[in-house]
């Protein structure tokens, strides 16, 4: 069974441009949830999507959107790119949505560098 | 302030050793998973608890969830330069808002 998918591992983007990371979940999973990893802050919440819904969502900046597909593929967004945005950002799928007490398995991350 | 508190934050053990790592909240918790991440790659699910009391184990690893539910441990005997990474403890809270928020990880060296 795949795990869970994220594309592109690796992306430099200059300032003011916009990205698009994409995950894949884990077949079957209908929950998909996005963290930012940097070294100050550790792992943040960003949003939650479940079945298409966005059903949670942390304290980011309008900037930062994301989607949910019928296929439960999930693609986040982050417009007008700032130096801060430079982390890692990890998806995370889950069989149901948050809280059930699934499990909640991680993908190798996608690293964003903003120069 | 950070909700969840990992402490040590890091930690250089030698080979062969026992450690233990712990994770606080000062609230109480509906669920704690346990992770572990090799920098700059994905997290690892180590193991969940949701019960006061509980405890489990793989291979090596032992995690305990206390009574309260506002503190885990996480245990490792006997040591391997393989258990060298970043632990994370991620919880999920009684409010059930429906995201799990992570404490900001042990650094785990192990020496030869």
């Known amino acids: 069974k795949a795990g869970v998918t994220q594309t592109p591992r690796y992306l430099i983007k200059t300032r003011g441009q916009q990205v698009t990371l994409s995950c894949s979940p884990i077949?079957?999973?209908?929950?998909v949830s996005w963290y930012q990893q940097t070294p100050g802050q550790g792992l943040q919440f960003l949003f939650e999507?479940?079945?298409?819904?966005?059903?949670n969502k942390g304290n980011f900046p309008g900037r930062f959107s994301g989607r949910q597909f019928s296929n439960s593929r999930s693609e986040m967004n982050v417009s007008t790119l700032e130096l801060g945005d430079s982390a890692l950002y990890l998806c995370?799928?889950?069989?149901?949505?948050?809280?059930?007490?699934?499990?909640?398995?991680f993908g190798e991350g996608s690293w964003l560098t903003v120069v | 302030s950070q909700e969840l508190e990992q402490s040590p934050q890091s930690l250089i053990v030698q080979e062969g050793k026992n450690l233990t790592i712990n994770c606080t909240s000062s609230?109480?918790?509906?669920?704690l998973y346990w992770y572990k991440q090799k920098y700059g790659e994905g997290l690892i699910f180590l193991m969940m608890?949701?019960?006061?009391?509980e405890e489990k184990s793989h291979e090596k690893i032992t995690a305990k969830l206390d009574e309260k539910k506002q503190q885990s441990s996480l245990h490792i005997t006997a040591s391997q330069p393989s258990h060298a990474g970043i632990y994370l403890c991620?919880?999920?809270?009684?409010?059930?808002?429906?995201?799990?928020?992570f404490g900001k990880g042990t650094r785990l060296h192990i020496l030869p």
């Open positions: 995370a799928s889950s069989l149901g949505g948050i809280p059930s007490g699934n499990t909640i398995y």
């Open positions: 077949s079957g999973h209908r929950s």
């Open positions: 999507y479940f079945s298409e819904t966005q059903r």
């Open positions: 609230k109480t918790l509906y669920g």
């Open positions: 608890l949701q019960k006061g009391g």
């Open positions: 991620g919880a999920e809270r009684m409010n059930r808002d429906d995201k799990i928020i």
